[in-house]
């Protein structure tokens, strides 16, 4: 094993009343969650992410992160070779020996995530036993913990889940008698001061983020524990809270003017808000937003837009381009649908959107030619196809790095999309 320094189960269906969904199983065209590396590891700012893998997943996040030439890495690989994966060394001792290493040579790493790949799982190598030895070796200095993003069969966000999923056995226990809020997703820096202000102006003092900013602010958690999800795709995380005794608010997610205002008016509802108050403190931002979105409105009003699955933002950017921006929704593709999850998106999509859970990229490529839609959002891998027949894109993968959330973003998001509009307008001109 060699280490090279660097600059993803579907969530139980629930039957509630929601628009008809397709269900497709067949080729696929995702990343795996490796990627999500690329978001957390700027965001838990004293944390080290070091996949357990193979040359490919080296040059996985290695593509997806941009090389930081200059900067001193937060993530990398322990590469493993041939004779690691023929078994003729102790992938353990080699695991052990760079961890060592490394620690020593970074003493900034407060928190290890030993990140599975598929290499690392197909030699059965059991990174939560070594993540426990080494814990035991090198806490309290050092925190080191587990969680896989390998897969063929997941899709990238799915290592913010496991990832934050890892995390939750480890937050404190919650001693307070006080209700607290937990906004849970990584939610970029800019965004979460936003929140924090108009959380504090609606007079809920008690907020904490998962994840947070560094290992020694942990969150803690309990049965007074209330939390908001502010990513769509965190089922395995959720269900983690909801163990140690916390309680999820429903909501829409904080896309778009609408989405903020139902995601902030769930937590004020849920802490005792006057109405009133609620108003005072949100119109300013709710006013400026619109009026902001309303410069894109004439570039998206009445275009079609077709979403292949990928992030499983794509439920909320569809409610947000319908409601918001009078797009029409031709196919809505999501990789995986919680019904629970998204039962309040799913109540304000329009009737007979078309939802397609799963893939099978051969049919819905042939949709979406069939549809000619004026914006297709997919992944890279389907993207300069399209674009060379003539569509327009959107890459997905841009939505999760890019801050989308809250109210000085709804414009932003909206952006994203008239952009490629107008640059293939030009073009055409
Ligand atoms: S799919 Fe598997 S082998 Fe490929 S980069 Fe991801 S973890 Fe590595």
């Known amino acids: 094993m060699t280490v090279q320094l660097q600059g993803c189960a579907a969530p139980a269906a629930q039957d509630l009343a929601a628009p008809a969904v397709r269900h497709e199983r067949g080729q696929h065209e995702v990343f795996c969650g490796l990627t999500g590396i690329v978001w957390l590891h700027r965001k838990i700012q004293d944390a080290f992410f070091l996949v357990v893998g193979s040359r490919t997943c080296a040059h996985l996040i290695q593509s997806a992160a941009g090389v930081m030439i200059f900067a001193e890495p937060r993530f990398g690989t322990a590469i493993m070779e041939e004779k690691d994966l023929a078994g003729l060394t102790d992938a353990n001792d080699e695991l052990d020996r760079i961890v060592t290493q490394l620690i020593a040579r970074r003493p900034d790493i407060k928190l290890l995530f030993l990140v599975g790949s598929c290499p690392s799982e197909v030699i059965k190598l059991d990174l939560s036993r070594a993540a426990l030895r080494l814990s035991k070796r090198f806490m309290p200095q050092v925190r080191v913990l587990s969680y896989t993003g390998s897969g063929l069969e997941t899709t990238f966000t799915q290592g913010e889940d496991a990832c934050l999923a ?65 990513q769509p795709f965190l089922a395995d995380t959720a269900r983690e809270l909801e163990n140690r005794g916390a309680t999820r608010l429903s909501a829409p997610f904080p896309l778009g003017v609408e989405g903020t205002t139902a995601w902030l008016r769930a937590a004020a509802d849920a802490f005792g808000v006057d109405a009133a108050l609620f108003d005072k403190v949100t119109q300013p931002a709710r006013s400026r937003a619109e009026r902001a979105l309303e410069n894109f409105r004439q570039d998206l009003a009445g275009r079609r837009i077709f979403f292949f699955p990928d992030s499983q933002l794509e439920i909320p950017l569809a409610r947000f381009l319908s409601r918001e921006l009078s797009m029409q929704l031709v196919e809505v593709g999501t990789p995986y649908l919680h019904r629970e999850h998204l039962a309040e998106e799913l109540k304000l999509l329009p009737a007979g ?54 109210y000085d973003q709804a414009s932003d998001l909206a952006e994203l999309f008239a952009r490629p509009l107008v640059r293939r307008a030009k073009l055409v001109a």
Request: net charge negative; glycine share 6%; hydrophobic share 45%.
């Open 166 to 230: 890892s995390l939750v056995p480890e937050l404190p226990a919650s001693t307070s008698t006080e209700t607290s809020l937990l906004v849970v997703g990584s939610l970029a820096d800019v965004v979460e001061d936003q929140f924090i202000r108009i959380f504090d102006a609606l007079g809920i003092k008690s907020v904490q983020f998962l994840p947070p900013r560094n290992s020694a602010s942990l969150p803690s958690v309990g049965p007074n524990t209330k939390f908001l999800l502010a």
């Open 353 to 406: 959107v078309a939802i397609t859970e799963g893939q099978d990229v051969d049919l819905q490529l042939d949709r979406c030619r069939a549809a000619r839609p004026d914006l297709a959002v997919c992944g890279l891998g389907l993207a300069n196809p399209l674009e060379a027949e003539g569509m327009t894109t959107k890459w997905a993968i841009e939505l999760v790095f890019t801050p989308i959330q809250g």
